[in-house]
């Protein structure tokens, strides 16, 4: 049950840190790089025990194109194409089996687009589109992994989920590249319990029928899903890899990951510079955030180097975390009820103290919705 790189721009150093070696996959992202680049980046590293998975990124294909049109699979017609009809999807395939086939990976999600209205005849198309790929990749030795794309607050009707789950199980895949599509900045935490609460029953059911679950943009809600089985995880090193917004699609602008944060186990919450401090000194840091050795690097440099940038290291820091404490929740090492009751018993000691963080929103809030949604989703 390993963790897996988002890609993003200009993410290709993360693949080898060989203190970021507990990643078992990766999700390549066309949408940032051209063919040439990405066989090229590939070619250049020791990936043999990778997973790498090809995501179409077909989801905005009208507008946030990135890379896109430098793809030989990237359809001329995009702009005056019928997006519902089965016949324009499969026709693409061979296109797109070529191309997954230079790159050299050896998974695929099949190609899906964010759509007006999330209904159900929209995930039975999802359906007849992934059969139609797995029928044309499936031989060139690719692993298919249907891409199902749901939107956060529709997750929150009670019946959704079971019924998405019903639909999406009639493929013949046997795993699931789940996206959660919402209108969230990429840095706040989500703080609907009724969607969270969806979101894992969701997985539940499709684990549940043996359909192994790769959650894709994932946060510091990885505890969540963990919690509710998920198989797999991604996260990237931007905020806009770790939330499925139209941000996504573009180069990181101004604000968006461009500053370092801290992650800290002990809040479950991301850290300025000068809240770092803070909870440092309050003697607030986990003793997982001790251990990482890029946060040592980033304390040695706060203490060295003062001013000094350590935007590298954040990320750095942050994806070190996430692969381990994947591990530990796979492992059932650490309980996520316990975790998550700790980190709002430390932020409820912050504010008896009057340490308040430098963002308002940065309050540790979200933390009781994600305990009634970890105490009320699987019942």
């Not at 190609?111 to 209904?119: I, K, L, N």
């Not at 969270?196 to 969701?202: E, S, T, Y």
Request: charge should be negative; glycine fraction near 6%.
């Amino acid at each position: 049950m390993p963790a897996y790189h988002q890609m993003g721009h200009d993410s290709w150093n993360l693949l080898a840190e060989p203190r970021l070696s507990a990643y078992a996959g990766v999700v390549l992202s066309p949408v940032n790089d051209t063919e040439e680049r990405m066989c090229k980046q590939l070619a250049t590293l020791a990936h043999e025990n990778l997973e790498i998975v090809f995501d179409p990124q077909l989801y905005y294909p009208r507008s946030d194109r990135g890379k896109l049109p430098d793809w030989a699979y990237y359809p001329s017609d995009v702009d005056t194409a019928d997006q519902s009809s089965l016949n324009w999807w499969a026709g693409n395939l061979s296109a797109l089996g070529e191309s997954v086939g230079n790159v050299g990976a050896n998974s695929v999600c099949s190609p899906a687009g964010v759509p007006r209205s999330f209904s159900d005849s929209y995930y039975s198309l999802n359906c007849e589109i992934c059969e139609a790929t797995a029928d044309r990749l499936a031989p060139q030795g690719l692993s298919v992994l249907q891409t199902v794309l749901v939107n956060l607050r529709e997750l929150a009707v009670p019946e959704r989920p079971a019924a998405i789950a019903s639909i999406v199980s009639r493929a013949s895949a046997e795993r699931v590249y789940l996206v959660v599509v919402s209108d969230i900045e990429p840095r706040r935490e989500i703080r609907d319990t009724d969607a969270l609460k969806g979101v894992m029953r969701l997985i539940r059911y499709l684990q549940g029928t043996g359909i192994r679950v790769l959650v894709g943009f994932v946060s510091s809600d990885i505890v969540l899903w963990k919690a509710a089985q998920a198989a797999d995880c991604a996260t990237g090193k931007f905020f806009n890899l770790r939330r499925f917004t139209p941000s996504r699609f573009e180069p990181p602008a101004e604000g968006g990951g461009q500053i370092p944060y801290w992650f800290e186990e002990s809040l479950m919450g991301f850290l300025r510079e000068a809240d770092l401090l803070r909870i440092r000194n309050g003697q607030l840091l986990s003793e997982t955030s001790q251990a990482n050795p890029f946060a040592v690097e980033i304390l040695s440099t706060l203490d060295d180097s003062p001013g000094q940038p350590w935007l590298a290291a954040s990320w750095r820091q942050y994806m070190h975390w996430f692969a381990d404490i994947e591990a530990r929740l796979a492992s059932s090492e650490v309980d996520p009820r316990v975790l998550l009751r700790d980190a709002e018993a430390h932020w409820m000691r912050l504010e008896d103290n009057d340490i308040l963080m430098e963002e308002p929103r940065n309050d540790g809030g979200w933390l009781r919705p994600w305990r009634r949604a970890l105490a009320e989703a699987l019942r």
